[in-house]
Protein backbone atom coordinates (compact mmCIF):
# COMPACT_ATOMS: atom_id res chain seq x y z
CA UNK A 1 0.00 0.00 0.00
CA UNK A 2 1.43 3.52 -0.92
CA UNK A 3 -1.38 6.18 -0.40
CA UNK A 4 0.10 9.84 0.18
CA UNK A 5 -1.37 11.00 3.40
CA UNK A 6 -3.52 14.62 2.48
CA UNK A 7 -2.43 17.80 2.79
CA UNK A 8 -6.44 18.75 4.15
CA UNK A 9 -5.17 19.07 7.56
CA UNK A 10 -2.07 19.24 9.88
CA UNK A 11 -1.18 18.17 13.34
CA UNK A 12 -0.41 21.38 15.36
CA UNK A 13 0.98 20.30 18.51
CA UNK A 14 3.79 18.57 19.17
CA UNK A 15 1.81 16.16 21.74
CA UNK A 16 -0.76 15.76 19.21
CA UNK A 17 2.14 14.91 16.58
CA UNK A 18 3.81 12.45 19.02
CA UNK A 19 0.18 10.40 19.59
CA UNK A 20 -0.02 10.26 15.51
CA UNK A 21 3.13 8.79 15.30
CA UNK A 22 2.66 6.42 17.81
CA UNK A 23 -0.48 5.52 16.39
CA UNK A 24 0.55 4.95 12.85
CA UNK A 25 3.90 3.13 13.79
CA UNK A 26 1.77 0.50 15.96
CA UNK A 27 -0.94 0.45 13.53
CA UNK A 28 1.91 -0.29 10.54
CA UNK A 29 3.87 -3.21 12.87
CA UNK A 30 0.38 -4.21 13.92
CA UNK A 31 -1.07 -4.87 9.94
CA UNK A 32 -4.06 -2.51 10.84
CA UNK A 33 -7.07 -0.89 9.05
CA UNK A 34 -5.12 2.56 8.88
CA UNK A 35 -8.06 4.54 7.73
CA UNK A 36 -8.28 6.39 11.12
CA UNK A 37 -4.93 6.98 11.13
CA UNK A 38 -4.85 8.38 8.06
CA UNK A 39 -7.25 11.09 8.60
CA UNK A 40 -5.00 12.43 11.18
CA UNK A 41 -3.56 15.03 8.02
CA UNK A 42 0.03 15.39 7.11
CA UNK A 43 3.45 15.85 9.24
CA UNK A 44 7.34 15.12 9.09
CA UNK A 45 9.27 13.05 10.80
CA UNK A 46 10.56 14.23 14.24
CA UNK A 47 13.31 15.85 14.19
CA UNK A 48 16.22 13.57 15.42
CA UNK A 49 14.66 10.97 12.84
CA UNK A 50 13.69 13.47 10.16
CA UNK A 51 13.63 12.93 6.68
CA UNK A 52 12.20 16.15 5.63
CA UNK A 53 9.69 14.58 3.13
CA UNK A 54 5.70 13.68 2.81
CA UNK A 55 4.77 11.09 4.51
CA UNK A 56 3.50 8.01 2.75
CA UNK A 57 2.25 4.74 4.02
CA UNK A 58 4.01 1.32 3.19
CA UNK A 59 2.97 -2.01 4.93
CA UNK A 60 4.87 -4.25 6.07
CA UNK A 61 7.53 -6.14 5.58
CA UNK A 62 10.00 -3.65 5.90
CA UNK A 63 12.40 -2.63 3.10
CA UNK A 64 15.38 -4.62 3.83
CA UNK A 65 17.69 -1.96 2.48
CA UNK A 66 15.11 0.55 4.05
CA UNK A 67 18.38 2.37 6.75
CA UNK A 68 20.55 1.81 4.44
CA UNK A 69 18.83 3.81 1.43
CA UNK A 70 17.60 6.03 3.65
CA UNK A 71 20.30 7.09 6.16
CA UNK A 72 17.90 6.64 9.36
CA UNK A 73 19.57 6.39 12.36
CA UNK A 74 20.33 3.71 14.49
CA UNK A 75 17.82 4.42 16.96
CA UNK A 76 14.80 5.47 14.79
CA UNK A 77 12.90 2.56 13.57
CA UNK A 78 10.86 2.65 9.66
CA UNK A 79 7.71 2.59 10.29
CA UNK A 80 6.31 3.73 6.55
CA UNK A 81 8.09 5.20 3.67
CA UNK A 82 9.02 8.65 4.46
CA UNK A 83 8.34 7.93 8.93
CA UNK A 84 10.85 7.10 11.07
CA UNK A 85 10.07 6.48 14.53
CA UNK A 86 12.13 6.35 17.30
CA UNK A 87 12.39 3.21 19.00
CA UNK A 88 11.39 4.21 22.64
CA UNK A 89 7.29 4.92 20.63
CA UNK A 90 7.77 1.25 20.20
CA UNK A 91 6.89 -2.24 21.72
CA UNK A 92 10.00 -4.06 22.91
CA UNK A 93 9.27 -6.88 20.58
CA UNK A 94 8.84 -4.38 17.35
CA UNK A 95 11.86 -2.00 18.31
CA UNK A 96 14.58 -3.66 16.20
CA UNK A 97 12.99 -5.11 13.19
CA UNK A 98 14.47 -3.21 10.79
CA UNK A 99 17.71 -3.84 12.02
CA UNK A 100 16.65 -7.16 12.13
CA UNK A 101 15.66 -7.27 8.24
CA UNK A 102 18.60 -5.39 7.52
CA UNK A 103 21.02 -7.44 8.86
CA UNK A 104 19.49 -10.79 7.86
CA UNK A 105 19.37 -9.33 4.38
CA UNK A 106 23.17 -8.71 4.20
CA UNK A 107 23.50 -12.25 5.66
CA UNK A 108 21.11 -13.93 3.81
CA UNK A 109 19.40 -15.52 6.97
CA UNK A 110 15.52 -15.59 7.74
CA UNK A 111 14.48 -12.23 9.72
CA UNK A 112 11.91 -14.33 11.87
CA UNK A 113 14.89 -16.96 12.57
CA UNK A 114 17.18 -13.99 13.54
CA UNK A 115 14.49 -12.31 15.89
CA UNK A 116 13.49 -15.70 17.21
CA UNK A 117 17.39 -15.82 18.03
CA UNK A 118 17.30 -12.53 20.23
CA UNK A 119 13.89 -13.09 21.92
CA UNK A 120 15.73 -16.87 23.35
CA UNK A 121 19.05 -14.94 24.41
CA UNK A 122 18.22 -11.31 25.63
CA UNK A 123 14.53 -10.94 25.54
CA UNK A 124 14.88 -7.83 23.55
CA UNK A 125 16.96 -6.21 26.08
CA UNK A 126 19.99 -4.66 24.81
CA UNK A 127 21.44 -3.84 28.16
CA UNK A 128 21.20 -8.22 28.73
CA UNK A 129 24.37 -9.55 30.13
CA UNK A 130 24.86 -12.94 31.18
CA UNK A 131 26.88 -15.08 34.11
CA UNK A 132 28.91 -16.18 31.75
CA UNK A 133 29.71 -12.82 30.58
CA UNK A 134 27.51 -12.99 27.06
CA UNK A 135 26.27 -9.27 26.03
CA UNK A 136 23.48 -7.67 24.03
CA UNK A 137 20.50 -8.35 22.22
CA UNK A 138 22.60 -11.40 20.49
CA UNK A 139 24.57 -12.47 24.03
CA UNK A 140 27.78 -12.20 22.06
CA UNK A 141 30.99 -13.28 24.30
CA UNK A 142 33.75 -10.60 24.03
CA UNK A 143 35.92 -12.76 22.16
CA UNK A 144 33.41 -13.19 19.75
CA UNK A 145 32.22 -9.50 19.57
CA UNK A 146 35.64 -8.74 19.04
CA UNK A 147 36.39 -11.25 16.24
CA UNK A 148 33.11 -9.97 14.76
CA UNK A 149 34.16 -6.18 14.63
CA UNK A 150 31.17 -5.00 16.84
CA UNK A 151 30.10 -3.86 20.06
CA UNK A 152 27.71 -6.17 21.74
CA UNK A 153 26.19 -3.56 23.83
CA UNK A 154 24.98 -1.42 20.78
CA UNK A 155 22.23 -2.45 19.51
CA UNK A 156 22.66 -2.06 15.28
CA UNK A 157 26.16 -3.75 15.99
CA UNK A 158 24.72 -6.96 18.36
CA UNK A 159 22.27 -7.31 15.85
CA UNK A 160 24.64 -7.31 13.10
CA UNK A 161 26.97 -9.62 14.50
CA UNK A 162 24.40 -11.90 15.31
CA UNK A 163 23.27 -12.21 11.78
CA UNK A 164 26.77 -12.26 10.91
CA UNK A 165 27.91 -15.48 13.54
CA UNK A 166 24.20 -17.18 13.10
CA UNK A 167 25.03 -16.89 9.06
CA UNK A 168 28.61 -18.37 9.52
CA UNK A 169 27.20 -21.55 11.65
CA UNK A 170 24.68 -21.80 9.20
CA UNK A 171 27.34 -22.28 6.40
CA UNK A 172 29.27 -24.73 8.11
CA UNK A 173 26.49 -26.79 8.93
CA UNK A 174 25.19 -26.70 5.26
CA UNK A 175 22.02 -24.90 6.23
CA UNK A 176 20.97 -26.87 8.83
CA UNK A 177 18.98 -24.69 11.23
CA UNK A 178 19.70 -26.93 14.35
CA UNK A 179 22.71 -27.45 13.87
CA UNK A 180 23.56 -23.70 13.23
CA UNK A 181 21.22 -22.64 16.69
CA UNK A 182 22.98 -25.29 18.64
CA UNK A 183 26.56 -24.30 17.77
CA UNK A 184 25.34 -20.39 18.44
CA UNK A 185 24.27 -21.61 21.95
CA UNK A 186 27.15 -23.96 22.46
CA UNK A 187 29.87 -23.57 20.64
CA UNK A 188 30.78 -25.62 17.05
CA UNK A 189 33.10 -27.22 19.04
CA UNK A 190 30.46 -29.36 20.83
CA UNK A 191 28.31 -29.68 18.00
CA UNK A 192 31.34 -31.76 16.12
CA UNK A 193 32.63 -33.37 18.77
CA UNK A 194 28.81 -34.96 19.72
CA UNK A 195 28.25 -34.90 15.75
CA UNK A 196 24.32 -33.33 15.99
CA UNK A 197 23.09 -31.45 18.97
CA UNK A 198 24.63 -32.08 22.38
CA UNK A 199 23.00 -33.58 24.75
CA UNK A 200 23.15 -30.89 27.03
CA UNK A 201 19.58 -29.21 28.57
CA UNK A 202 19.97 -25.86 27.70
CA UNK A 203 21.10 -26.41 24.14
CA UNK A 204 18.05 -28.85 23.34
CA UNK A 205 15.68 -26.39 24.74
CA UNK A 206 17.27 -23.28 23.37
CA UNK A 207 17.14 -25.11 19.77
CA UNK A 208 13.25 -25.60 20.58
CA UNK A 209 13.11 -21.95 22.09
CA UNK A 210 14.08 -20.19 19.00
CA UNK A 211 12.50 -22.39 16.52
CA UNK A 212 9.28 -21.69 18.17
CA UNK A 213 10.04 -18.29 18.26
CA UNK A 214 10.98 -18.07 14.61
CA UNK A 215 7.36 -19.51 13.80
CA UNK A 216 5.67 -17.11 15.56
CA UNK A 217 7.41 -14.11 14.45
CA UNK A 218 7.25 -15.69 10.75
CA UNK A 219 4.16 -13.15 10.07
CA UNK A 220 5.75 -10.22 11.05
CA UNK A 221 8.42 -10.38 8.11
CA UNK A 222 5.69 -12.09 5.57
CA UNK A 223 8.04 -14.88 4.81
CA UNK A 224 7.61 -18.59 6.25
CA UNK A 225 10.39 -20.04 8.02
CA UNK A 226 13.00 -21.99 6.48
Known amino acids: MNQALNNSSS ?6 KKDFEIMLARAMLEKADLNSVLNYGTLTSPNNCSLNRSVTVDRLPFEQTAQAENNIK ?16 LPSDKRYDSLIVVAAGKYKINPALLKGLIKAESDFDEAARSRAGALGLTQLMPSTARSL ?3 PLKPEEAIEGGAKYLSQMLNRY ?11 NAGPGNVDKYGGI ?21 SDFGNPVT
Open 11 to 16: VDSQAN
Open 74 to 89: PDCVKATSDLAVPQEY
Open 149 to 151: GVN
Open 174 to 184: NGDQALALAAY
Open 198 to 218: PPFRETIHYVKKVTQNADNYS
